[in-house]
């Protein structure tokens, strides 16, 4: 779990790496004052359900409060589709009822067969920022392959990926509205990207936080100012807009964030707002 020395050499001088290695340690300090919490087998799914909830209530707010503020509605991609309380309990019954019975028992068994080792020092930003970006292309590629796959064979379609498309006009609390092999394969994309570049404890859990909030704003049926899409240029990132059309059309659009993939495969559909 730890980040090997070469990496570091690599990325700065020891100088360099000190000072880049201070920005994250009082960070890192916090973090590891909360040993007891972060090292109990409860840590994972608490942190994957808190931070998943978090990353839906500003949207849920949004949905709520652009009923009201029409000047709010012209962020809606879909605005003739808002969705009500009643849509929204079952994605929260089922979120609560696959994070008890699911990710619960097996983020529990990764617990006994890999306990967390918190390291005393923080890990250096530049190396955040760089394995975080390569664990999202990576997620990106992995789920893309899997999506086209979930698209092209209609008995993986029906069986596994259906559940997820019952929401032809997303909002945030579908992000996670899938079939338990959904659920568990991305899980595993998401687990094992850091696993494979030996990614510091701490570089993990940035990359679960945003991994979970690119996710939600992907599904968040919202495009905002600052949608991440807007952030990246060269039209790089489809977002929101991007995977909107994909719940809409079907046909397109495939891979989650990126845009590459779906380029270059020819299933690429350009959204309106891009
Ligand atoms: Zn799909
Ligand atoms: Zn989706």
């Keep these: 779990m730890n980040c090997s020395l070469p990496h570091r050499v690599l990325l700065s001088s020891p100088m360099e790496a000190q000072q880049d290695r201070l920005c994250l340690q009082p960070l890192w300090d916090f973090v590891t004052a909360k040993e007891p919490l972060i090292q109990s087998p409860f ?14 209530l500003p949207y ?20 003739q589709n808002y969705p009500s309380l009643g849509m929204m309990v079952p994605c929260i019954i089922q979120s609560v009822y696959h994070h008890v019975v699911l990710i619960f028992p097996v983020t529990f068994l990764h617990w006994c067969w ?23 292309l990576l997620f990106d590629f992995e789920y893309f392959l899997w999506h086209l796959l979930h698209h092209k064979v209609p008995w993986l379609y029906k069986t596994f990926h259906k559940v997820h498309h019952k929401h032809v006009s997303t909002f945030a609390l579908t992000t996670q509205y899938s079939s338990v092999w959904e659920l568990l394969s991305l899980g595993f994309f998401a687990a094992i990207n850091p696993l494979l570049l030996g990614c510091h404890p701490l570089t993990e859990m940035i990359f679960f936080l945003v991994n979970i909030g690119l996710s ?14 807007r ?3 060269f039209g790089l990132y489809g977002g929101a807009p991007h995977h909107d059309l994909h719940h809409l059309k079907f046909k397109s659009n495939y891979a989650p964030y990126f845009t590459h993939w779906d380029k270059l495969f ?9």
């Design 216 to 229: 939600v704003e992907d599904h968040s049926g919202y495009d905002l100012p600052w949608s991440t899409h």
């Design 43 to 56: 840590f994972p799914v608490l942190f994957s359900f808190a931070a998943y909830m978090a990353f839906c």
């Design 60 to 79: 849920i707010a949004l949905d709520f409060l652009s009923i009201r503020l029409p000047d709010l509605r012209k962020y809606k991609i879909q605005p």
């Design 266 to 274: 020819g299933t690429f559909m350009e959204s309106h707002s891009n």
């Design 231 to 233: 952030l990246v240029p």
């Design 114 to 136: 890999r306990p967390m080792h918190l390291p005393v020092m923080a890990p250096e930003l530049p190396e955040v920022l760089l394995q975080v970006a390569v664990c999202l």
